[in-house]
């Protein structure tokens, strides 16, 4: 896994932009520790920083064939290359390396951007084909690895991070009203292709940008996406038919994401079902497995005896990592400079500490990320969607006052705004309140015209399904951002097995009570005067059904029907505690965010005024006024 930076001008590259190519690929050097390369052309500049885990003496980028005029920057791990090199083989060509690199230019030879729909794995590269007169720039279908852009006037730049872009352009980032606004309703640091800088962007996941080298202009295409089907067109298949083809997939997906590595491969182990499912599986096919564990040592915040229980199942080589308290507010500070922006959620910290310890055993951790997301794991933001149904009179309908008490109305305009209600930290009304001129600058608007285009592209599907998309676009992309670059700033590479695209096509494809429902001895008639957050935590739901059957002979019982728990961080007590001085400090030095949000006034204040949001309202403000004082960003 690495990094990789590009600029292209239509009127030429100077030594002004190879300096800046310098300073962006010293962003970098945490991804790629193991080896550095540049191209330059005349409108095109491209830089490499490698972190060698194929062919490691071969494989040395950006990648360029004597015969040809084109140039590939490619971060990323094709797990199917041995195949496809085979078929490239047989079509004519050859090959001088090991590494997937030189796969992916052939491919692209061959096919054209077509090969895309070829690739299994995780990637983000660009490809210069003078050729053919344009740019490439490629994402992979979930959106694992990173690639950021800006585009103006004749100018591309594109690197694996906002802070190479912001050394790329030389130019001061500015806040984004409408991303400043997700951030503090969500945590999530992307609206869509938006950043929380103005004109910068990231690439969105399934998505291709070719950018046209005599004009200049770009344009953005999806090449795939999750499948959206209606409740009529889903698979016909029994629970137990579903579960064995899933068995198989994951398989499948566990074992090329293992073999798929010329250096050692490892595990992040948590207290729940997915890691034991992984831990598990690489067991019974003999792999040796190194396993790393992170948590505090207050008792509510680490999971050791689950994690225990299936390291000594799986017989794995099992570390845990004690997170360090004293250390979290300049880990953020670290975290903040190699990503160039805030953090999505606190445990980002741990696991970045883990990685890091990690990396002196193994390049490769495979994960348990996305499972929640894809196998339905979440039952608050997802199957919350019945309440809404409800609210409408299906399933016998709900009491009001059931509501009431969990989205503070018993009415709903759409699903849109039921959706938000049930999963943002901070409501569109309390930002209004509390950030005013953030609200003035459109902010909430195009965040609320971003969801009614989600919806509105899944409005032939049930509540739930819809439900179930919008948080895979939204949680699952910022999630496997938070994995990318919290292992890279520890120099590994995180695979995440569960998120295979052919699994997640298969998942949609099915009804939904195979991912989540009530449990059978419950019903909706016992329940009309509980909202869905009060059954969850009565234990009414089953959430991964198709999870739990499926691997019901090889989980510990104790952990198949443990409940879901998030990783545990205390940030709320350190904030409001040890460090609440450096805190308040912190929020007196960011003028642009505060004229952003109020105008006239401090940050202090909107926190003071936030109420029982305080402790939430804290770690958002700080991530951003951390943010601009790292980056001087303006407004």
Request: proline residues 4%.
């Amino acid at each position: 896994m690495c990094g990789i930076v590009g600029v292209y001008r239509s009127d030429g590259v100077d030594h002004e932009d190879r300096k800046r190519l310098d300073q962006a690929m010293d962003e970098l050097r945490f991804r790629g520790p193991d080896g550095s390369g540049v191209w330059s052309g005349q409108k095109v500049l491209m830089g490499h920083t490698r972190l060698s885990i194929l062919d490691p003496e071969g494989g040395q980028q950006p990648w360029k064939e004597g015969h040809s005029s084109r140039v590939l920057t490619y971060n990323g791990e094709l797990y199917n290359h041995q195949e496809l090199r085979g078929d490239l083989e047989k079509l004519g060509h050859s090959f001088r390396t090991e590494c997937d690199t030189e796969v992916v230019f052939h491919a692209y030879e061959e096919w054209g951007v077509s090969c895309l729909q070829r690739f299994r794995g995780i990637f983000a590269f660009a490809l210069f084909d003078p050729e053919d007169g344009c740019l490439w720039l490629v994402r992979d279908r979930l959106g694992v690895k990173p690639l950021y852009y800006s585009h103006h006037e004749g100018r591309c730049h594109f690197g694996s991070s906002l802070a190479a872009l912001f050394k790329l352009s030389g130019e001061r980032p500015r806040w984004n009203a409408a991303a400043v606004a997700h951030y503090l309703m969500t945590t999530r640091t992307d609206l869509g292709c938006q950043t929380l800088f103005e004109g910068i962007y990231s690439l969105e996941p399934g998505h291709s940008a070719r950018v046209d080298l005599r004009s200049g202009q770009m344009d953005d295409n999806s090449y795939w996406s999750i499948p959206r089907l209606a409740a009529e067109d889903k698979l016909d298949v029994s629970l137990e038919m579903a579960s064995e083809q899933v068995v198989d997939l994951l398989t499948q997906s566990f074992r090329e994401q293992r073999l798929t590595s010329d250096v050692p491969v490892g595990a992040f182990l948590s207290g729940g079902i997915d890691s034991a499912i992984l831990c598990g599986s690489l067991q019974q096919e003999g792999a040796a497995l190194t396993a790393y564990s992170t948590g505090y040592e207050r008792a509510d915040y680490n999971e050791w005896s689950a994690m225990e229980l299936t390291a000594k199942r799986c017989n794995v080589d099992w570390t845990r990592i004690q997170a360090d308290e004293g250390s979290f507010w300049e880990d953020c500070e670290l975290l903040i400079a190699h990503k160039g922006g805030p953090l999505s959620t606190p445990n980002e910290v741990p696991i970045f500490r883990m990685s890091e310890a990690f990396g002196r055993d193994c390049k490769v951790t495979l994960t348990g990320e996305g499972a929640d997301e894809i196998f339905g794991g979440y039952t608050g933001p997802t199957f919350s969607a019945l309440d809404y149904d409800r609210s409408l009179g299906a399933h016998g309908g709900v009491a009001p006052e059931a509501l009431i008490r969990a989205y503070g109305q018993s009415h709903f305009a759409s699903r849109q705004e039921h959706f938000l209600l049930a999963n943002t930290w901070l409501q569109a009304g309390e930002i209004d309140r509390l950030a005013p001129r953030l609200a003035e600058a459109g902010g909430l608007d195009r965040v609320q015209a971003w969801y009614d285009d989600l919806f509105n592209s899944n409005a032939h599907l049930t509540s739930f399904d819809a439900y179930l998309h919008v948080h895979a676009r939204v949680n699952l992309e910022g999630l496997l951002s938070r994995l990318d670059s919290s292992t890279m700033r520890g120099s590994v590479e995180g695979r995440v097995p569960f998120t295979d695209h052919r699994v997640a096509e298969y998942l949609f494809s099915l009804p939904d009570s195979f991912k989540m429902q009530l449990s059978p001895e419950n019903s909706w008639g016992e329940h009309r005067s509980s909202n869905v957050f009060e059954m969850d935590r009565s234990g009414a739901i089953e959430t991964k059904r198709l999870l739990r059957r499926g691997y019901a002979q090889m989980v510990d019982p104790e952990i198949l029907h443990r409940r879901k728990v998030s990783f545990p961080v205390p940030f709320m007590e350190l904030l409001s505690g040890p460090l609440q001085s450096r805190l308040d400090a912190c929020l007196e030095r960011a003028p642009a965010l505060t004229a952003l949000l109020v105008g006239e006034g401090s940050l202090r204040q909107v926190l003071e005024a936030s109420g029982a949001k305080r402790r939430l309202l804290a770690w958002l403000l700080m991530n951003l006024a951390l943010t601009e004082q790292k980056w001087d960003v303006g407004y």
